[in-house]
T-cell receptor, first 118, second 114 residues
């Protein structure tokens, strides 16, 4: 398996523009997570999905951020309009759980998208 | 929500010595505690994890201990090598019948001095 795939790897845009980040989870994984990493705030959970359904979006910073998962192999994170403070590395991660009381929760991270908003 | 504190923020050790990184968590319901290693410009990669039903887990030169009563867990790296230099993150989550998002500590920059 190729692992979690993210695109683009780097994105430079101007303030006010729309940005769309893409993620393909590992085949067969039923959970997908979006994280953001900055020097100031570290690694933060933004939102996660189970079987394509959003479960917890309490980490999404504001209404400018939205995420979708139209099918099991694709998710997007959209920022509209983008602002300089959105500059960060955005990671997508996926995991598989058996559903039992001790279900496994190892999360595999993608390579990340480095977003710079000028 | 969960809050994870991690110490120290930077740790410098001589090659061959041991390194210990400590984390505390706030939510007593958390039962899954992974450790990730992140090299500069790379993705976080899981190096070891522990569940709340065990107190210690070891994998070659790395080990993790968990004290549920005190709500803290630690990463131990023995016989450190130059390739151990990286940023290490602890995390906590609840996993019971499904997954949950991870709450990460702020990271420890481990420097191995030759």
């Amino acid at each position: 398996d190729a692992g979690v795939i993210q695109s683009p790897r780097h994105e430079v845009t101007e303030m006010g523009q729309e940005v769309t980040l893409r993620c393909k989870p590992i085949s067969g994984h039923d959970y997908l997570f979006w994280y953001r990493q900055t020097m100031m705030r570290g690694l933060e959970l933004l939102i996660y999905f189970n079987n394509n359904v959003p479960i917890d979006d309490s980490g999404m910073p504001e209404d400018r951020f939205s995420a979708k998962m139209p099918n099991a192999s694709f998710s997007t994170l959209k920022i509209q309009p983008s602002e300089p403070r959105d500059s960060a590395v955005y990671f997508c991660a996926s995991s598989f759980t058996s559903g039992g009381s001790l279900s496994y929760n190892e999360q595999f991270f993608g390579p990340g998208t480095r977003l710079t908003v000028l | 929500g969960e809050n994870v504190e991690q110490h120290p923020s930077t740790l410098s050790v001589q090659e061959g010595d041991s390194a210990v990184i400590k984390c505390t968590y706030s939510d007593s319901a958390s039962n899954y505690f992974p450790w990730y290693k992140q090299e500069l410009g790379k993705r976080p990669q899981l190096i070891i994890d522990i569940r709340s039903n065990v107190g210690e887990k070891k994998d070659q030169r790395i080990a993790v201990t968990l004290n549920k009563t005190a709500k803290h867990f630690s990463l131990h790296i023995t016989e450190t090598q130059p390739e151990d230099s990286a940023v290490y993150f602890c995390a906590a989550s609840y996993s019971g019948g499904g997954a949950d998002g991870l709450t990460f500590g702020k990271g420890t920059h481990l420097i191995i001095q030759p």
